[in-house]
């Protein structure tokens, strides 16, 4: 075998103009990364071995045949919502007043990651299963689904991701054909709740919203992380303070810079142009999934394309919306460019699936 008949190999189920968009991405994220990182090379390197595992793991994805990943839906939803109630157990493991981990002796890893994929997978097997004769019965088991870990999450509590999963989850519910009406019911539903689900929320959770109304009245406490995060991204301009040269960065202004709030880090150096060179590349890596979604051959699989992607554009817009004092801060971190494994691999299994999607749509029936 040559080396181009093996890279050919190699390429055969990989959706090359989604490749090309995800590199931007990680190219952004190791450039960004240096100049947060106070120019040191360590978590350039770290986080360029996450990229390489991630990439290893959605290339065996991407060469998975549709009928496989149907096949993992109930096993990964299963073992989630196993390792989800492991955390309330004394394996469970806290920290700064969350329990969120577990110890499973070799590691202590985060389940609710798992469920990012396991809910929208599962809920899309599941109508899958039910396509020819849905009916209203149908949509609340799927409701279900996606709210018993959506509670086990919010108990950790771990409201972030708990929304996140949620929008996942809704996103399965709209694409399988949903009701308007039952869904402005909801939504009429959640706003009439929302006086509960304000007494139900922690302390720390009701700060986050009163700090995204006023930040200046803790400016120093509470609305320190909103009130940074803006001053970085209004003071980058029209074309930046230049790469290197962020002054909220390198004097130590600018919390958590190499993970939720990289966009920042990114908007201070790199200005409004910068910002939108960046949003192009994510509207292309978004567009390219709508495309995969719209050429999708089953059922199963334009649900579970469409939820991916929508999933993703929610990641980015709730993640400048928080750093650029739109939204609450809830730790969401940008995606494919802040710092981390976690969020890295459990993005491109997604877009593993993506891609599975796309090449081997001719060897399924339509």
Known sequence: MTKRQLLQRIMAHLDRPLLAGMGMLMAVSLLTLYSAGEHSWDRVMAQGANILVALVCMWIVANLPLHYLMRTAVPIYVVGLVLLLGVLTPLGVSSHGAKRWLNIGVATIQPSELMKIGVPLMMAWYFEKHEAALRMKNYIVAALLLLMPVGLIAKQPDLGTALLISASGFYVLFLAGLSWRVMVGMLVTAIASAPV??????????????????????????????????????????????????????????????????????????????????????????????????????????????????????????????????????????????????????????????????????????
């Open 197 to 366: 689900m304000w007494k139900m929320m922690h302390e720390y959770q009701r700060h986050r919203i009163e700090m995204l109304l006023d930040p200046t009245q803790d400016a120093l406490g509470k609305g320190y992380h909103t009130i940074q995060g803006m001053i970085a991204v209004g003071s980058g301009g029209i074309l930046g303070k230049g790469y290197l040269n962020g002054t909220q960065t390198h004097l130590d202004f600018l919390p958590e810079r190499t993970t939720d709030f990289i966009f920042a880090v990114y908007s201070e150096e790199f200005g409004l142009v910068g910002n939108l060179i960046l949003l192009a590349i994510y509207f292309f890596v978004i567009w390219r999934g709508f495309v995969i979604t719209a050429n999708a051959s089953t059922y199963f699989t334009r649900l579970m394309a469409g939820s991916i992607t929508l999933t993703f554009a929610t990641y980015a817009f709730v993640n400048m919306g928080m750093v650029s004092g739109i939204l609450p801060i809830v730790g969401v971190p940008l995606p494919l460019v802040s710092y981390g494994g976690t969020s890295m691999l459990t993005l491109l299994l997604g877009f593993g699936m993506l891609m599975s999607i796309q090449t081997h749509k001719k060897l399924v029936k339509t």
